[in-house]
């Protein structure tokens, strides 16, 4: 599986809060009224990979201190861009794209791609 923007943005706020890990739900599984079917446990989710990933992804990947602060602001404080931008000394535009930069860097390095302005643009490695 690779990692895109949404996934990236889902799973970030576990990186601070390990409880919020609860409250995350699988974007693929099925709806809850649908009938079970028979499951292999050892293939049944991939939910603690991705918290692993993105604790790594966090701790490995090449942001900037604005980045990295404007994504703690965002997802671990859940603070709104205006505030967030108060606190760095910045405009909310500017918290806005840091933050667009640093989930399109994360997820360039878990996919082990390079990161290219355009969180969706990355070259694979040679």
Known sequence: MTYDRRLVEHLLPAVWDAESAYGIRNPTAPDADMPRAAADPKTASTLFAHLADIRRGWATAPLSLGER????????????????????GVTDRAVRY?????VGKIAAHLNGHEYIDGYEDSVPPE
């Open 98 to 102: 840091r933050c667009e930069r640093g």
């Open 69 to 88: 602060q404007a994504l703690v602001c965002r997802f671990g404080a859940d603070l709104p861009d205006d505030v967030s931008g108060a606190l760095q």
